[in-house]
């Protein structure tokens, strides 16, 4: 049997499953090594739009649904729908193979802090560069996604790890960089002002975890193009997870925090974001 990694909560989202981008391989490799008293699926799971268009739907989604249903049986799934898997918002409560439908949750650590979990497309409206997202769901997106699936099928025949193209493209470019940026300060405020200690969301495709003004602004990532998710330890501690199945590139720790207290006596450290510096 493989071994586990026991964790107290894990983050997924942004699978996007019903696309041939979605790296269902890669999560249940992850699902297979990593367990969790709790978990939280933040939206687009599946990708309604895309299905629309034309129905994909190979063995290994299936697989993933099953996988997740499995883990159902023993643990509480909580699952918020994003805006393409928008259809399942009209079921809030509703509880399918123990899985709960909920439009949003409020999740407190293990070290007492309270974290409002969404899946951030309610972010946008307030965002000056929303239009971004035009790209991120339209023909341009899905052609640099082709492009990289590709690549890599390239790359993996000179055994080179995964590498994402579409990725680089998006970050090297200024109107995205400066669109995530506020995305994630606006995400912050709007919880800020509400009380609660951090967001934690996924949407953008951009794993991070960082402090803004003293609140803590979490995204999960997606299994596209990063393939990440967040982790509880069970002191509290957040990390972000790169999971790429063995032989296909490097499975690490991309952004981690020190344990957390109120006394006054710890404090978190610096987190590290998604490109491995201090924020």
Not at 266 to 274: E, G, K, R, T
Request: proline share 4%; hydrophobic share 35%; net charge negative.
């Amino acid at each position: 049997m493989e071994p586990t990694t026991h964790y107290r909560t894990i983050w997924i989202s942004d699978v996007h499953l019903g696309t041939p981008q979605a790296k269902a391989d890669f999560l249940l490799d992850f699902l297979r090594h990593h367990e969790a008293d709790r978990y939280y699926l933040v939206g687009d799971i599946f990708d309604g739009w895309a299905l629309q268009r034309s129905w994909y739907w190979p063995s290994a989604h299936n697989d993933v649904i099953q996988g997740l249903l499995q883990k159902a049986n023993s643990t509480n799934v909580t699952y918020i729908p994003g805006n393409h898997d928008e259809v399942a918002r009209d079921f809030p409560g509703l509880q399918l193979g123990g899985i709960t439908i909920q439009k949003k949750a409020i999740h407190t650590t293990a070290d007492g802090r309270r974290f409002v979990v969404v899946h951030g497309d309610e972010f946008e409206g307030v965002v000056r560069h929303a239009k971004w997202l035009e790209f991120l769901g339209g023909w341009a997106y899905v052609g640099v996604m082709k492009v990289d699936r590709w690549f890599n099928r390239v790359r993996r025949l000179f055994n080179l790890p995964y590498w994402s193209l579409s990725s680089y493209l998006k970050h090297s470019t200024q109107r995205a960089l400066q669109y995530i940026e506020e995305f994630e300060e606006t995400a912050a405020m709007e919880v800020a002002e509400k009380e609660y200690d951090g967001v934690i969301c996924g949407h953008i495709h951009h794993p991070r975890l960082r402090s803004i003004n003293g609140t803590q602004y979490v995204n999960t990532g997606d299994w596209v193009e990063s393939c990440t998710a967040l982790v509880e330890h069970l002191d509290g501690r957040l990390e972000l997870l790169r999971w790429i199945p063995s032989g296909h590139g490097a499975q690490e720790a991309i952004a981690t925090e020190a344990p957390f207290s109120r006394d006054g006596q710890q404090v978190p450290a610096d987190a590290l974001n998604s490109d491995g510096q201090s924020s």
